[in-house]
């Protein structure tokens, strides 16, 4: 791949957004390989995620960020900070939003501060596979409504429609943003998916897990610290595994119960899924213990933050 020549392209593009409407699905979509964790449930990204998409014409660096949301907590106010630190260091921002001629405050919010940043500013109209026919209009019709609502909204520079579940626009989307990156060298091998380490991909697959798994409750109380992570040789067989053991923290003694489960029952299945999640991810073999553990009121405690990952002084722009 010859990123020598003049027409070379790479750059940075944050993925900015409320809470829920498909950021880390779409990232995961155009990378081609699953590395941020998705659910239903708002709030499911919490740090910055840097992965990386090469072609022959460009490379593309993308940031998947927290959704923009009113802080209710030291943790909210941390992930608020993550998402807004991106815009100010980046060559493209991608706003998503979901297919609805609605413009709620929350994007408002959004569309104000992007109203601040250099870079140009694409929307993005994600889950167009929920669109209907209707005896009122067709999908179609409900599309332009959208985009015309958008546009007379924010001077966006491109408005892409996409279904990243279904993967429908994204190579569309791939195209108009190389279009908007700026002449530079490739900054990444070309093999290069993502920084994020081996143990914070296998925690984070561990809280997804939980989430999916556990009620609305109690997931945003929980939080995955990798405990010990090594590899060894079964004596018996000579195969190699690696240990795994990872705590489950929560905010109460009800949520520890709940994550435990009737004779373990709850967290025998967050393990067995999670760790045939991170064997695909990693493709080995994994031996994987979970322990569940109360930390009180912890997404309000500075120190335990820190200790967890959350640490507002480590945030900055690009790495």
Not at 45 to 57: A, L, W
Not at 190 to 196: K, W
Not at 284 to 305: F, G, P
């Amino acid at each position: 791949m010859d990123e020598e020549n003049n027409n070379f392209r790479s750059g940075y593009v944050t993925i900015i957004g409320r809470p829920n409407v498909g950021k880390s699905t779409l990232m995961n979509c155009l990378i081609g390989q699953k590395i941020a964790i998705t659910s239903d449930k708002p709030q499911t990204t919490r740090h910055k995620i840097q992965t990386v998409y090469t072609c022959d014409e460009a490379q593309i660096i993308f940031l998947d960020t927290p959704g923009i949301h009113k802080a209710k907590n030291r943790l909210g106010d941390y992930m608020d900070k993550v998402a807004e630190s991106t815009l100010a260091d980046v060559d493209v921002i991608l706003m998503l939003v979901e297919p609805t001629t609605f413009i709620g405050a929350g994007e408002r919010s959004i569309m104000e501060q992007l109203s601040k940043a250099e870079a140009p500013v694409i929307l993005v109209i994600n889950k167009t596979d929920t669109l209907s026919d209707s005896k009122e209009s067709t999908r179609g019709e409900k599309l332009a409504e959208c985009i015309k609502a958008y546009s007379e909204s924010f001077d966006f520079a491109e408005i892409v429609p996409v279904s990243a579940k279904k993967n429908k626009g994204t190579d569309e989307l791939l195209k108009t943003m190389i279009r908007y990156l700026p002449y530079g060298p490739m900054y990444y091998d070309e093999d290069t998916v993502t920084e994020e380490t081996e143990r914070n991909i296998a925690g984070e697959i561990i809280r997804e897990k939980a989430l999916r798994l556990l009620g609305d409750e109690v997931p945003h109380g929980i939080a995955v610290t990798i405990e010990k992570m090594h590899e060894r040789v079964r004596p018996e067989t000579g195969d190699t595994v690696t240990d795994i053991e990872a705590t489950i923290i929560c905010e109460r003694d009800s949520h520890k119960g709940i994550i435990i489960g009737k004779g373990g029952e709850m967290l025998k299945k967050i393990g067995t899924k999670a760790r045939i999640e991170i064997e695909k991810a990693f493709e080995y073999k994994v031996n994987l213990k979970l322990w569940v553990k109360v930390r009180k009121d912890w997404r309000d405690s500075e120190k335990m933050l820190k200790s967890f990952g959350y640490d507002p002084e480590a945030i900055n722009g690009r790495d």
